[in-house]
């Protein structure tokens, strides 16, 4: 059964920089777009950045110049980092790392979520 395993968040005062790792295992499985998402108190979880397999990315508008998405495709070591600098009071959040997975011998695309890391920044 695959999972997304989180780590990286943790309180920083604003400006100051966080790095977010997630890595996916368990299985046999293919990898297509990996992301992070966010959840704020009381908002809808919003898309910050997402990495194709092919490389592309996109970003929120409001984390554009200032978070960095990045993936580690080796076979052994699927992970997707999440660079996050000049944070500020609004990234506060729940950070979400999802990925789309095809696990060997289905046909169906699926979605996975981890489980959650909490990002504060506040002075």
């Known amino acids: 059964h695959v999972q997304l395993v989180e780590s990286g968040g943790g309180l920083a005062q604003p400006g100051r920089s966080l790095r977010l790792s997630c890595a996916a295992s368990?299985?046999?499985?293919?990898?297509?777009?990996m992301a992070w998402y966010r959840q704020a108190p009381g908002k809808q979880r919003e898309l910050v950045a997402a990495?194709?397999?092919?490389?592309?990315?996109?970003?929120a508008d409001s984390v554009k110049c200032r978070f960095t998405i990045s993936r580690d495709n080796a076979k052994n070591t699927r992970t997707v980092y999440l660079q996050m600098n000049s944070l500020k009071p609004e990234d506060t959040g729940v950070y979400y790392c999802?990925?789309?997975?095809?696990?060997?011998?289905?046909?169906?695309?699926?979605?996975?979520w981890g489980q959650g890391t909490q990002v504060t920044v506040s002075s």
């Open positions: 999802n990925a789309r997975i095809l696990p060997h011998g289905n046909t169906l695309w699926e979605d996975r």
């Open positions: 368990g299985g046999s499985f293919s990898i297509d777009t």
């Open positions: 990495t194709t397999s092919g490389g592309s990315t996109n970003y």
